[in-house]
């Protein structure tokens, strides 16, 4: 099936700090999607891409669709205390409605 | 977390006992995903329903699991004769379009089932 490697696990910065987290994946997707999940809810949708090339922002957030439409990354600028959790991406295929997700880069900020 | 509602939010079982997870999508949205989380990792797409229609149980175990969305009330997804590996976290997420490209799915905060 479907696989995506999100990369790294897990980062532990200073506040103030830039972030930057990637994933990729062997299988093209139509649509790249960043989550974040805090302890004990769901995830809650961050950006979403929907065209290769695309670059958005949302506030400190920025994210790309790589132009293979294979990998997509996040970067978070200027971290602060209440970017810590874990952000997830996801990938939707052609014709497809589920998701698949990849295993989560886990976020921790050091004051 | 766009008014997608789960209970219950914790859920403990015995072995064999059956467990009932509910979901009331966002008011208008017709399209219901379930999804599971083990500790440690990413969600897992089990089931997409819409009003009274499975379209994709692909991620669904054969035996045991099953799921359902009525015309009228949440969606139910049902595990019967629990194990200890079905303790996880699942999340129900809703939809407008189903099949637009631009379509996007809002999460609900999850049910944690613990099997004793």
């Known amino acids: 099936g479907q696989q995506l490697n999100q990369s790294p696990q897990s980062m532990f910065i200073q506040e103030g700090e830039d972030v930057s987290m990637n994933c990729t994946s062997s299988s093209i997707f139509n649509t790249w999607l960043w989550y974040k999940q805090d302890p004990g809810e769901g995830p809650v949708l961050l950006i979403a891409?929907?065209?290769?090339?695309e670059l958005t922002s949302n506030g400190r957030l920025t994210a790309q669709f790589g132009i293979t439409r294979k990998d997509s990354f996040l970067n978070i600028s200027a971290s602060i205390p209440s970017d810590v959790g874990i952000y997830f991406c996801a990938g939707q295929g052609q014709g497809a409605q589920k998701l698949v997700f990849g295993q989560g880069t886990r976020l921790t900020i050091n004051p | 977390n766009a008014g997608v509602m789960q209970n219950p939010r914790h859920l403990v079982r015995r072995r064999g006992q059956e467990a009932r997870l509910r979901c009331s999508p966002v008011k208008g949205h017709s399209h219901v995903y379930w999804y599971r989380q083990l500790p440690e990792e990413g969600l897992k797409f089990m089931v997409y329903l819409q009003k009274e229609n499975i379209i994709d149980e692909s991620g669904m175990p054969k035996e045991r699991f099953s799921a359902e969305f009525p015309k009228e009330g949440p969606s139910i997804l049902r595990i019967q004769q629990v194990v200890r590996g079905d303790s996880a976290a699942y999340f129900c997420?809703?939809?407008?379009?189903?099949?637009?490209?631009?379509?996007?799915?809002?999460f609900g905060p999850g049910t944690r089932l613990t099997v004793l």
């Open positions: 997420a809703s939809s407008p379009l189903g099949g637009q490209s631009t379509d996007t799915q809002y």
């Open positions: 891409l929907y065209k290769a090339g």
